[in-house]
C-alpha cells in the first residue's frame, strides 16, 4: 500500500497560510467598505486592522488544529 504523499508538518503549513490568508482577505474587504463609503485614511487603517483581527479569530474557528493531522487509523 502507498503511505500519504502529504506530511503532517506540510499539512500544518497549509492550514496556517490558509488561517493567514482568510484573516488578510477579511480584512481587505472591511478597508474596501470604508473606501465605498468615502472614510478617511484612519478609518481605512482601522478597519483594515480591525477586519483582519476578526478574521484571525475567525479563521482559527472555522480552520481547527485537528484538521492539520493526517488520516491516522486509515489503511
Known amino acids: 500500500m502507498v503511505g ?3 506530511t503532517d508538518e506540510e499539512r500544518e503549513q497549509f492550514l496556517f497560510r490558509l488561517r493567514v490568508g482568510f484573516s488578510l482577505f477579511v ?3 472591511m478597508a474596501l467598505v470604508v473606501v465605498a463609503g468615502d472614510g478617511s ?3 481605512l487603517a482601522g478597519a483594515f486592522l480591525a477586519g483582519t483581527a476578526a478574521g484571525a479569530a475567525l479563521a482559527w474557528w472555522v480552520f481547527p488544529d485537528s ?9
Open 41 to 43: 485614511l484612519p478609518m
Open 27 to 29: 480584512g481587505a474587504s
Open 67 to 75: 484538521m492539520a493531522t493526517g488520516p491516522r487509523g486509515r489503511r
Open 4 to 6: 500519504p504523499s502529504i
